[in-house]
């Protein structure tokens, strides 16, 4: 189905199912510890062996040689395989770091070897006994010492952030020079890991030269074509089933270690094996979120119209590796006639940085959003106000191309009123509740909609079940639910008379779980296949499908009503078909807004900060399933409390290693640190993004709010920081006194 004119009114609008706030259906299995997740997959190979990796002890060098000769002869060893015994293997899709074979160590905790053995432990202690002969060379792992060399580079995130080396609109530096109020700071981001629960993980079994792989991956297609590539096999050879992901962020879009090294022990073994990556080895051997230097420079009139806007971000990685896209919302957010973003990119030989979660607008609007803040008490406006004064309805780099639909000034009007923000004390430090000086923070949220082309098949059988075989993951998102929601009000039958099935290589290739686009093209695919089936249902019953009703089970045509299941009396139906987007997101930009809003309490004493309560106001499209989207919103909302407050993984800048690479030392938000979250979604569709007039909501709910925090924690102590995390150790010294 070509999607290339808006969407007018369709089965989608009746809204019986889709638009419900209905549970989840892997719920019941999440919660009783039955979801079949990758590592657990006991049953899918007999004779399964253990697998467990041996990462590189250095940064940057060559290996010489590895002696495994007491790792063989430990009790229970199959099988040891080397990075030595195989040749330098192939990237796979958007890998930057080489993840197994030949003698080059780019960065600390590589994998050099694997060692297979009848149980987990065993192969535990042999790989202890593996000895590694590698030479260490001197490498680059200070993002600051080398942020003044690092050259101008362009760059895509591929998840709809990117940026020129330098993309100008007007002559920003005569307006910054002319403007009555500037401002003009730096603002720092911390390295970040996924810290997903699930670890990477993969079962991986041969049948000849055929190779399965049961793992953990958020894009399957894309998994099924890198494997094939980095091993050198036949595409059609490769099989990759993920149906649960029990986290990913953006750690688990590529293939991993995980997978490539399963697949070469159980070859070598002669059985099927499985690997999991242990916790240290997921921020030093996968992926993280690079840190960031960024230098925001503002200018305005006095009434508040900004009539100068720059943002320039440096960022660091491994040499074929990009940038963190951290301007791309600068573009896209405020107007500003004269405009200047940037990136530049160091070389660095850290651990791989690549996508997590919202890359690129999360790390970039720390910086943005606080400068906005900053830029309002300059000019003594209140900061939503300063922001709905500079709101834009087109593209301020390409004022001829309009959103398609944008409403951030009623997400922050509302948001605003039903958080209490006029209550909010302009002066810093003047509210207290006890120990706490009390703040209130507030920024906004913005992430770019994007439309992919996304596959399923329909299946109705003769009992009447609607059967939906799609490769989408479902990573904690409601994926299996949004899905079935989309086919029982398609095909006019209740939710109990849909099954899903996901994340199998063998089903057609849907967009995948990322960067937000899930939802809309996954669900958007399922359409498309749904008219097929109605079609085909349609025909066998002899109805004209344009005049056909499918509503309670039944196909309705005139005076006729016939069950539904009647149609595939003869014989199973089968509908195949993929949204596949013209140009519309082109011609129009398809964004999501948010107005987030925060209170905190910072501890007189100590530094330490609460959050006290949290507010998202979301308009993003069509809400599919509101129960669902809530969860993500406020999973996105704990994330950015956690790069505000806490998340940084520290750089040992003599050996290159990230130090606290395990969840004792690296901490993320829980439970107990957020009392109160609220989540308000603004009744809207947009027809030009699919025909399910949907967008993505969950990266929305993490861009903004970090700022939001920072923002609250200056409102309540008169402490600006711009370092993140905002640790206490950052405060204390600057408290205000405590009497």
């Known amino acids: 189905m070509k999607f290339d004119t808006p969407a007018g009114q369709n089965p989608i609008d009746q809204l019986k199912v889709v638009g419900r706030p209905t549970d989840r259906i892997d719920g019941k299995y999440k919660t009783t510890g039955t979801a079949p997740y990758a590592y657990e997959r006991h049953d899918v190979a007999e004779n399964q062996a253990y697998g467990y990796v041996v990462g590189a002890g250095i940064a940057k060098g060559t290996v010489r040689a590895v002696d495994t000769a007491a790792a063989k002869a ?159 096999i036949p595409k059609q050879n490769v099989r990759v089933d993920s149906p649960y992901v029990g986290g990913g962020f953006g750690g688990k879009l590529f293939v991993r270690a995980d997978a490539v090294l399963a697949a070469l022990a159980a070859k070598a073994a002669g059985r099927p094996v499985k690997v999991a990556l242990t916790r240290p080895l997921i921020p030093n051997n996968t992926t993280h979120r690079p840190a960031t230097i960024q230098r925001v420079r503002i200018g305005a009139t006095p009434d508040g119209t900004i009539t100068a806007i720059a943002h320039e971000s440096v960022s660091g990685n491994l040499p074929d590796g990009g940038p963190e896209t951290a301007v791309d919302q600068t573009k896209l957010l405020y107007a500003g006639a004269n405009r200047l973003t940037a990136l530049r990119l160091a070389h660095l030989d850290l651990p791989e940085g690549n996508a997590m979660r919202a890359p690129g607008e999360a790390p970039g609007m720390l910086a943005l959003e606080v400068a906005m803040d900053e830029m309002a008490e300059k000019l003594g406006i209140d900061p939503v106000e300063f922001r709905i004064r500079n709101d834009t309805q087109v593209d301020p780099n390409q004022p001829e191309r309009p959103f398609s639909h944008r409403n951030l000034v009623g997400c922050l009007r509302l948001g605003a009123e039903r958080f209490g923000w006029d209550r909010r004390d302009r002066r810093p430090g003047q509210v207290r509740d006890g120990q706490w000086l009390v703040g209130l923070g507030m920024a906004a949220g913005f992430r770019n909609n994007l439309v992919m082309k996304s596959a399923a098949r329909v299946r109705l059988d003769a009992s009447g079940t609607v059967t939906v075989e799609t490769d989408m993951t479902d990573i904690g998102t409601g994926s299996y639910t949004i899905i079935a929601q989309t086919a029982a009000e398609m095909m006019g039958v209740s939710l109990d008379r849909v099954v899903v099935r996901l994340g199998d290589s063998d089903h057609p290739a849907a967009a995948g779980s990322g960067g937000q686009w899930g939802a809309n093209n996954a669900t958007a695919g399922v359409y498309a296949a749904c008219m097929r089936l109605r079609e085909a249902v349609a025909q066998r019953l002899g109805i004209n499908s344009a005049d056909a009703t499918f509503a309670d089970g039944e196909v309705r045509a005139g005076n006729r009503a016939v069950a539904l299941a009647v149609a595939a009396e003869a014989g199973e139906i089968v509908a195949e078909d993929a949204i596949e987007y013209g140009d519309l997101s082109k011609r129009q930009q398809q964004s999501t807004f948010a107005g987030h809003f925060v209170e905190v309490g910072v501890d007189v004493d100590t530094a330490e900060v609460r959050v006290r309560r949290m507010l998202a106001v979301c308009a993003a499209g069509r809400i599919l399933n509101p129960k669902a989207a809530r969860s993500q919103v406020i999973g996105g909302m704990t994330m950015g409390v956690g790069a505000a407050l806490m998340e940084k993984l520290s750089v040992d800048k003599r050996r290159g290693f990230f130090v606290n690479h395990d969840l004792a030392g690296y901490e993320v938000p829980v439970h107990a640190d957020i009392p109160h979250q609220e989540v308000i979604f603004l009744d809207e569709v947009d027809p030009t993004s699919s025909p399910m007039k949907a967008k993505g909501v969950g990266e929305l709910g993490l861009c903004g709010v970090g700022a939001a925090v920072a923002n609250a924690v200056y409102n309540a102590t008169g402490v600006r920081i711009r370092d993140y995390p905002l640790t206490l150790d950052k405060l204390l010294a600057r408290m205000p006194d405590a009497a």
Do not use: C
């Open 74 to 232: 430990a009790p229970g060893v199959l099988a040891v395989v080397t990075t030595l015994d195989v040749p330098k293997l192939g990237l796979g899709t958007m890998n930057y770091a080489n993840l197994f074979g030949g003698d080059r160590i780019q960065h600390y905790h590589q994998a050099v070897a694997v060692v297979v053995a009848e149980t987990f432990e065993q192969a535990r202690a042999a790989a202890f006994l593996v000895r590694v002969d590698a030479a260490p060379e001197a490498g680059r792992f200070d993002l600051a010492a080398e942020a003044d060399s690092a050259p101008p580079v362009k760059a895509d995130s591929g998840e709809g952030s990117g940026a020129d080396g330098a993309e100008r609109v007007g002559d920003f530096e005569g307006a910054f020079a002319q403007a009555p109020v500037t401002l003009d700071e730096t603002y720092t981001t911390a390295d970040e890991s996924h810290a997903m629960m699930e670890p990477h993980a993969t079962i991986a079994a041969w049948d000849g030269d055929r190779l399965t792989l049961w793992t953990s991956n958020q894009m399957i297609a894309w998994a099924k074509g890198s494997i094939a590539k980095i091993l050198g």
